[in-house]
Every structure is written in C-alpha cells, then in structure tokens.
C-alpha cells in the first residue's frame, strides 16, 4: 500500500461529506462527524485524506502529549514545560482499531511499579497521540459501549483521566473526531448518536459518468500515486489555505439574533432531545459563516446546519431511520426570518413604517443576496430512484390465470411494541459485554480475585496485600515500605452482563394466520427484536412456512433489518417446523465456530403445530431434542389460542429444555401485575387466617 495519500480534493461527488469534515476542521468544537454509509463509498479514503490539509502544529520538544508552546497544558504529565523549546510537525490522524481494548485508548499505569517503588509510570494511549490532531474511528458501531462512551467523553471534556487504585493521571485531548458505521451492522444507541455533532448519509451514485470518473482516477492512483497525487496539488493548497482563512475568520463572525431563533425554532419544531442540538447548530452556522468567507450567519447557513446536526437526533426508537422534513424546516424557517417586533415604545416608529423593507440591527447585507454555499467541491448529482414518480403506484388486482401460492396471505403490520420480560441464558458467560446474561466482563462488581491472566490492568488491592504479607520478614523487610514480588499480585474478577445471539425461529405458516393472530405475533416478535437492541444482542431470525425453511436474516446487530424482514413476511400453506429447527441448529453451529464466547439464545414463535409430509409432529420433536442434548438455551413463545388448546407449543418446550410463554404473559408489566395480585392475594389470606384465629379470643374475652 502507498504512503501517499489520495488527495481530498481528486473524490468525486460527496459534497455533504466533505463540507462536514471542512467545518470540523475548521471549528472542531463542533463536536465531529458521523458518516453513515454503505460498504466502498470511500468513507475512510476521504478522512484520511482531511488529515493532509490540516495545518501544520507546533509542538513542545520531548512532550508526548504535543503541548502547545504558546499555552502548555499545566496537567501534562511530561510537565511542566517552563521555557519550552518548540518544532513544527504535521498533524496527526490517529485510527482506532475495532477490537481495541480501553488501556489502548486512554493509556496504562504500571500499577506494579507504582506500589512496589512508588514512581508514577504511565504510557501514553491513542487519545494522547491524537491531541490536536485527527481521530478516526472505523466501524464505530462495532466498538463495544464503553469504549464509546470514553471517547466521547474525552471529545467533549477536551481531557483524558486514568485512575487506578488511587494513582490519576491526566492530560489534555482535543481532537477532530470522525466516525464511519455500515448502518446495515448495527445502529449506534441514541445516546452515542447524540454525542456526534454532525452526521452525514453517503451512499454510491447510480450516475454511470459519475461511477466511470470514480473508477478512472482509482486506477489511475494506483499506478502511480505520487504522479496522481503531483495533479491536484495546487487545489490542494487552495484548499489548505481557505481552511486556515476561514479559521482565522471565525472569531469575528455573528450569530445575529434572528438566526439563533431560528436555530432555537427549529430544534423546538422537531422536538431533539436536550439542548446539544441547539448548541451544535450555532456553532455549524457559524463555522458554515466563515467557511464562505462572511462575517454574519445567515438564514441558508442555519438551514444547512440543520441538515447535518439534526437527522440522526430525530430518532425516537431503534427502529426509526434518520432523517429531516424539509418542508417543516423551511416552513419553521420563514415563521422565524424577521427580527421580533419590539413593544410600542415613546421612540416612535423608524422610517420605514410596516419594516417590511429593513434588515436586522445594523443594516442587512445589502440588495443583493449572497452567493449560495458551496462545500469546496462540485455538487453530486442525487442518485435516481427506480421509478418516475414519487407515489407508489395503485394496486392491481391479481390476474385469475396467476392465483397466488395456496393459502398465502399478505404482509400484515405489527402490533405496537411493549416492554418484554428478561429472558437470560443459565450460567455464566464469558462474551462481550452487554445487558442480558451473568458473565465475567470488563466491567460490573467485584466477586473475586486470581493470579493476572496477562498484563496487569485491574489490581485487587486487598487481595494483594493478603498474599504479600505472610513473606515480609522472610523477605527483610526494613522500614514501612511493603516488599511487593510479581507472584503476589492479584486482579479481580468483575461479574456483569454479557449480549447474546438471539435467534428467532418465526412459524409463518397458515395455522399462524388464521383469527387474524400475525399482528400480534409480529407486535410480539418486534417487542423481542427491541429488547434485544437494548440488550446490545446480536440477532438472527429463520422463518418457516410451505414446504422448507429460510434464513430471512443471517445474524447480525442491525434490528432495524430484522424489524423490516419481519414487517414484509406473509403468511400461508404448511408448517414444516423440523426444517425450520433444523435450519436453527446449523445457524448456531456455525456462529459457535466464529464467536465460542457467544452465547445463543433460541426464541420458537409457533403455535407447536406440525404438518407436511409423514410424521411431520415426530420429526420436529426429534429435530427439538438436539438443542437439548446441547444445552441450548431456549424459550417458546407460544401463539396458540382459542377456547380448545392442544398444548403442543408447551410440549415443543419440554423437548427443547427450556421454557414456554404466552402472548399475554410476554409482556413486562403483565408479569408484574401478576406478582402485585399474588402478593395481595396472600396478605389478604393472612389476614383473613388472623382474624379467624383471634375470634375465640376475642369472644372469650
């Protein structure tokens, strides 16, 4: 691979992209920016090539952490930097691996040190390294929660804390935070969502001039990169340069009263949680201001700010996709385009008697109206849609010569979805942490203590102490200072929850579509799909129906898809339910050889009946015992209803080894007020039982 990178400027198309990146680097306290996309849209090309027009830093000499000469960081470990002498380097861009663990990113205390000899050594992490520089986060939705939490944390903070057993370090990381994510492998939580100041959709042209140009200068590159690279370099320095004019131009710039109503207004108009919101549109205008080279924001600048800083905020539920109504934004815009008209006063009016012709205080920016924005590059083209109009078309009845499959039924929507009772796997895990099942993870409470199983990261002190102390007379111990040998170090053991792989084994059969049950199925299902994104499971759902089985989602984070599969499933013909659990036992098969720490979690939605081909029932019930014999750990949500029931759900259970669950005891709150009646049913047979034994006392007395 090339050292040189692609330039910034030679990306086709993307205009979006590349002005949010231009305004983090133009004002980073804008808070970064999120890229959502499909796979090979030159996500990460494009970030690493942000990095090179970046200006130039000087750094103090010998400091790790590239503390600022003109204003060193007073906390900076390699500190202090009373008269330091500087050098000028490039800025740093800083990736972050997937699987990158948290001592990484913050930086280690070698804690053995800091007991045994009392020196305070600590190695910085990326988060240093990245300090007034770039920090990119590939697939940041597959970067475990806390992970998360830390780095935006530390972007907002501008600052890193490690604290071990009372040994603190900290330092200064200021950073322009860039993050790219497949929605189609998992949504990040809202609360992550938030934290991203702006947040950008990319997704592949469907221009063939467009896709032709993209693919010439790719080959292009890759046969001579520093020829390729020598072709734009004069738009590269322009662009260089307008990003440091527009830096220096951002202080001076105004965010006139009028605009910031109109920021207000809108946030209001779509209701985005908090107040973050607010703030990031302001400073988006206003570096959206400077980038154009003006010392006022203006009405186009407030509505591109909100373009980017607001989609990915409006998300109310997992299952919402991002997204902003540009009518009711420009709507909400020209309620909020004028000054407030101030209450009647002894001044008397101004010249201009209605003030539909004045501007803000100060004047307006004068006849004409401004140039519109550009983001530094020419606009893509929208990719076309499949059809010419926006209106689906009407439906057409079917053709009698082509009847639809036997018994076959339509899509049916969900019912609204409800908080579900917790369903746990037995044991405890060893996966990644989540919030479902007991498992050793990285975080939770303190349970034991061991021997450290590689690199020292988390001391149980106490414990330490303990194995230390029956040697000290053996090892001459003189004066107060304990005398510490690597054997007697001890780390804890943290119990917690672990994610599981949820798979979901969905009857779409006819017997599920008869009294109109499937909305209440798929309401039930969807609830399931929802607890398991709370839960931060991984999902999978195999579908089974006429005369086989099918993986209608292959497991993966994204409930989103799982919730669009489910909403598109029909229902009709057979209930082949041994090749749906067969189908089940070979999905988690393979998905124990690609994760063993994983555990799975096997969710039957059926009503436990059984039909197509000879001894269909026997056939499923010997399919369900495989899952038993392998400790699976399964649960039967049992769809049966009516005024006569078979039971056979409830059987299917049995055979699994797991349990079996109604629609109506599925949901949460139904659980609970079934605990508060029992429980009031026995006060209330307790107190009955005391005062019918006190009554022959009473009537003694």
């Known amino acids: 691979m090339s050292d040189v990178r692609y330039p910034f400027t030679a990306i086709v198309g993307m205009a979006d992209l590349r002005l949010g990146l ?25 970030v690493r090539a942000l990095a090179g027009l970046l200006p130039s830093i000087a750094a103090v000499d010998g400091c790790r952490f590239a503390c600022d000469p003109a204003a060193p960081d007073p906390q900076c470990p390699d500190g202090p930097h009373a008269s330091p002498r500087s050098h000028e380097r490039p800025s740093q861009l800083v990736e972050l691996p997937v699987g990158v663990a948290e001592d990484r990113i913050v930086g280690s205390l070698d804690l053995e040190r800091a007991l045994a000899e009392g020196v305070k050594a600590y190695e910085p992490g990326l988060l240093a390294k990245a300090h007034r520089g770039v920090l990119y986060i590939d697939e940041v939705n597959l970067l475990q929660d806390h992970v998360v939490d830390l780095l935006l944390d530390a972007a907002a903070m501008g600052r890193s804390y490690v ?11 200021r950073f322009l935070l860039v993050g790219t994510m497949n929605p189609e492998e998992g949504e990040l939580r809202p609360q992550l969502l938030d934290r991203f100041g702006l947040t950008v959709e990319i997704a592949a042209t469907r221009d063939p001039a467009e896709r032709a140009e993209v693919v010439r200068r790719r080959l292009a590159y890759d046969a001579d990169p520093a020829g390729f690279a020598t072709r734009f370099a004069a738009q590269e320095r322009e662009l260089a340069e307008h990003i440091t004019a527009a830096r220096e131009l951002l202080p001076r710039v105004e965010l006139t009263d009028v605009a910031l109503r109109q920021i207000t207004a809108v946030c209001a108009a779509f209701e985005v949680d908090g107040l973050r919101a607010d703030i990031v549109m302001a400073r ?24 980017l800083a607001l989609p ?15 009518e009711q934004l420009d709507r909400t815009l020209e309620e909020h385009s004028r000054p407030e008209d101030p209450e009647p006063e002894g001044d008397g009016p101004g010249p201009d008697g209605d003030g539909d012709g004045g501007g803000p205080e100060g004047g307006g920016p004068g006849g004409g109206a401004p140039e519109p924005f550009d983001g530094g590059a020419p606009e893509a083209s929208a990719p076309e849609s499949g059809t010419s109009d926006s ?27 409800y908080r579900t009772r917790l369903f746990t796997v037995r044991g405890t895990g060893h996966g990644a942490q989540g919030r479902r099942s007991p498992a050793e993870t990285t975080g939770g409470h303190t349970v034991r203590a061991r021997r450290p199983q590689g690199t020292l990261s988390r001391l149980h002190l106490t414990a330490t102490l303990q194995a230390a102390a029956p040697h000290q007379v053996a090892r001459g111990r003189a004066g107060r200072a304990l005398v510490l040998h690597k054997d007697d170090f001890r780390e804890q053991v943290r119990r917690g929850r672990e994610s599981n792989l949820v798979l979901f084994v969905v009857d779409a059969s006819g017997s599920m579509a008869a009294r109109q049950r499937m909305t209440a199925v798929k309401g039930a299902v969807l609830s399931l799909l929802m607890d398991a994104y709370q839960r931060r499971d991984k999902i999978g759902m195999i579908t089974f129906r006429g005369a ?18 489910l909403e598109s499933l029909p229902t009709g013909g057979r209930t082949p339910l041994a090749a749906g659990l067969l189908r089940a036992h070979e999905v988690l098969r393979v998905e124990r050889l690609r994760d063993p720490n994983r555990r799975p979690l096997l969710v039957v939605v059926t009503d436990g009946r059984a039909t197509g081909g000879r001894d269909a029932l026997a056939r499923s019930q010997r399919a369900a015992a495989l899952f038993a014999a392998q400790g699976t750990a399964s649960v039967v949500l049992d769809c049966e209803s009516g005024p006569v029931r078979l039971g056979l759900a409830r059987t299917l259970a049995g055979l699994l080894g797991g349990s079996a669950v109604s629609l109506e005891e599925l949901r949460a709150e139904g659980v609970a007020s079934l605990v508060r009646e029992n429980h009031a049913n026995y006060a209330n047979r307790a107190s009955r039982a005391t005062t019918t034994s006190t009554a022959p006392l009473r009537k003694a007395a």
Do not use: I, Y
């Open 22 to 46: 231009l305004l983090n680097a133009v004002s980073p306290a804008v808070g970064g920016v999120l890229v959502r996309g499909e796979k090979g849209t030159a996500k990460s090309t494009m």
């Open 312 to 326: 990915h905020r409006r998300r109310r539920n997992p299952f919402d996709a991002p997204g902003l109504d540009e």
């Open 548 to 565: 086989d089985a099918e993986l209608a989602l292959p497991p993966t984070s994204s409930v989103e898809v799982g919730a669009a599969r």
């Open 284 to 307: 988006t205008a206003v570096a959206l201001a400077a980038w154009a080279g003006r010392v006022e924001v203006l009405e186009e600048d407030v509505r591109k700010a909100a373009q």
């Open 163 to 173: 604290e071990r057993e009372g040994v603190s370090v900290r330092h200064a990381a």
């Open 391 to 417: 209106e689906p078309p009407a439906q057409q009845p079917v053709p009698a010569q082509h009847p639809a499959p036997a018994r076959e039924s339509a899509p049916v929507a969900a019912a609204d979805p």
